[in-house]
């Protein structure tokens, strides 16, 4: 599925900049998320595609919206 490789690529790294923001443990995302540790950790390097159910989970147990996940980050702004 060559969407959902492009889909991790996205929004991967912001789910890794918000974890670490708020000190937030992965286990923990991953719990509220309804994952095992080994499940969520699957999806942040690449073994597992993001599919748009994993979106509503992850965003609902980080307490953002999707376009969050979604934002493409410019070199030089935080």
Known sequence: MK????LNTVVVPN???I???RG???YAVAERA???KQQFNAMLTGR???TDI???KITS???VDANTLFMARKEGNP
């Not at 969407?3 to 492009?6: I, L, M």
């Open 3 to 6: 969407g959902g490789k492009n």
């Open 15 to 17: 789910i890794r900049r």
């Open 19 to 21: 974890i670490n923001e």
């Open 24 to 26: 937030l443990k992965q």
């Open 34 to 36: 309804g994952y095992t």
């Open 48 to 50: 597992k595609l993001i």
């Open 54 to 56: 994993d979106i509503c």
């Open 61 to 63: 147990a980080l307490n």
